[in-house]
Structures are given as structure tokens and as C-alpha cells.
């Protein structure tokens, strides 16, 4: 028992000095450049834990800054490659003892400005990390994230892909023309977003749809999460269909009922030009103007 003892109490203290070396070894971080937007067609980044934020720019240049910890090499790089600015963030391990462990989550925000104009493309493929996206306006967007939320506010694009295997989505107070939604683990919050194609697919969360702008089509399908809906303004002109195996409350104005079920239902509003598809497996589904 002696012998027991005296061995954890060893471990102890090398993991206590191993852990101090690990954390001494870490150094701040810090890049800064800026890029002319007239040679610049796409934003690509790659993120392996950092935090992202996009903002408008000012200027017509995109500029980056990063911050935050570092072992022996630069974990964020930034590079032109044609027309393509590539923003990579990379996970580093220390060397010694513990290099192949990690004690929280150890790393940084990258800075992203935007200029209002000139960029087409904007793509992020990220692993563990939180983005943000606030003010700006490109062509289109393409997220395709891991594990992390997304925030998305004041942006503006002409089609928006949002893909995430575990992490909650808030969108508000934007436009695009077609938004794909597809979530596999994660709540996903939508408010006051105007768009012509919308379609929200999620395997395990809810959806919540607030003060959207009537379009041609919103189409909303989960496996496991309620669907909640409400309209900026009365639908004029829409065909509705709703399918649930839990309830289904539809509370709109002049909505004529087709098929009314247990599980499903159907009507018009209107001439019924714009569509409106809910389906979920297990999840209730409520609809207001």
C-alpha cells in the first residue's frame, strides 16, 4: 500500500509539472495583414478550433487578424493563391510528456472584414469553433461545420449553404435569395430573414422560424425537433401542407382546408402560388401569421 501510495503521489507531481510546462509553453499570438480586393474573388478558410468572426470592412481591402496561442509554429496562416485568399488554422501539439493531450479548449479568434463589395465567394470548413458573420454582403456562402454555433446577423447573399453536425444555428435580419439549412445535432433559430427559397432540414433539434418573409417556397422537415413558424405579414398567396405524427396547429388568415387529419393537413391560401412544406416524424408543428 506504501509502495502504491508513494507511486500515485509521483504521478502526481510529474503530471502537475508536466501540466505547468505545457501551459508556460504556450506564447501569444498575433498576425495582422490586409489584401486589395481587386485581386481577390473567394474567401476560403479551414479551422480546426479557432473562432471565427466576419465583419464589414470599411475599405475596399479584406483584412485579417488573429489571435491567440501558440506552441513552436504559427497556427493561423494567410496566402493568395490566384484568386483565392486561403485563411488555414491548424491544431498544434505540445512535445514532452503530455504532447498528445489537450486541457480545454486552448486557441484564438480570427478576425475576418469584408469589403461591402468585390468578393464573390465566401467558403468555411470548420471543425471545433463558433463562427460569427455580422453586416456583410458577397454572392454566396458556404459553411460546413463540425461542431460549433453559428450566428449569422445583417448579411446578405445571394445563396447560403449552412451544413453542421452539432451546433445550434441563429440567423436573424438577412437576406438570400436561397438558403439551404441541414443540421444533424443543434437547435436552429431563424427570425426576420427574407428569402425566395428556404429549406431547413434537421435530424435531431427544433426549428423556430420567426417574422419570415412570405417567398415561393419554404420547405421545413425534421426527424426528432418541433417546427415553429410565424410570418412578418399574412400570407396572401400560398398552398399549405403540414404532416406530423404529434399535433399540428395551423392559425392562419383565410387558409381553406383541403384535408384536415390527425396527422396531416392541407389548404390555400389564396391562388396558393407559394409553397409551404412541414414535415416532421416525432415533433409538434405550430404556424401562425
Not at 508513494?6 to 504556450?26: E, H, P, R
Not at 452539432?166 to 427574407?194: H, Q, R, V, W
Not at 425566395?196 to 435531431?204: A, G, I, W
Amino acid at each position: 500500500m506504501k509502495k502504491i501510495l508513494i507511486a500515485s503521489i509521483a504521478l502526481v507531481v510529474i503530471g502537475g509539472i508536466a501540466f505547468t510546462t505545457y501551459k508556460i509553453d504556450a506564447k501569444s499570438f498575433k498576425k495582422n495583414k490586409s489584401y486589395n480586393v481587386e485581386n481577390i474573388a473567394n474567401l476560403k478558410v479551414y479551422t480546426d478550433s479557432w473562432d471565427l468572426r466576419f465583419k464589414k470592412s470599411n475599405s475596399n481591402e479584406v483584412t485579417i487578424s488573429a489571435e491567440g496561442k501558440q506552441e513552436d509554429k504559427a497556427p493561423v496562416t494567410f496566402h493568395k493563391d490566384g484568386e483565392n485568399l486561403v485563411i488555414e488554422q491548424k491544431a498544434q501539439k505540445s512535445s514532452g510528456f503530455l504532447g498528445g493531450f489537450t486541457f480545454g479548449k486552448r486557441g484564438g479568434t480570427i478576425y475576418i472584414n469584408v469589403p461591402e463589395t468585390g468578393i464573390n465567394n465566401v467558403e468555411v470548413a470548420n471543425k471545433d469553433g463558433n463562427i460569427q458573420m455580422s453586416d456583410i454582403s458577397v454572392d454566396n456562402i458556404l459553411v460546413d461545420n463540425n461542431s460549433g454555433d453559428e450566428k449569422i446577423k445583417g448579411v446578405s447573399a445571394n445563396t447560403g449553404k449552412f451544413s453542421s453536425m452539432d451546433g445550434s444555428l441563429n440567423a436573424e435580419n438577412s437576406y438570400f435569395e436561397d438558403l439551404n439549412i441541414t443540421s444533424i445535432s443543434g437547435d436552429n433559430y431563424i427570425k426576420d430573414i427574407e428569402s425566395s427559397n428556404v429549406k431547413v432540414t434537421s435530424k435531431d433539434g427544433a426549428v423556430s422560424i420567426r417574422d419570415i418573409t412570405e417567398g415561393e417556397s419554404l420547405t421545413v422537415d425534421t426527424t426528432t425537433g418541433d417546427i415553429g413558424l410565424s410570418y412578418k405579414k399574412a400570407p396572401t398567396s400560398l398552398t399549405v401542407f403540414a404532416k406530423s405524427n404529434s399535433d399540428i396547429k395551423l392559425t392562419l388568415d383565410e387558409l381553406r382546408k383541403s384535408n384536415s387529419g390527425v396527422k396531416s393537413i392541407k389548404g390555400e391560401i389564396g391562388r396558393g402560388a407559394n409553397k409551404l412544406n412541414l414535415t416532421s416524424e416525432d415533433g409538434a408543428i405550430n404556424v401562425t401569421n
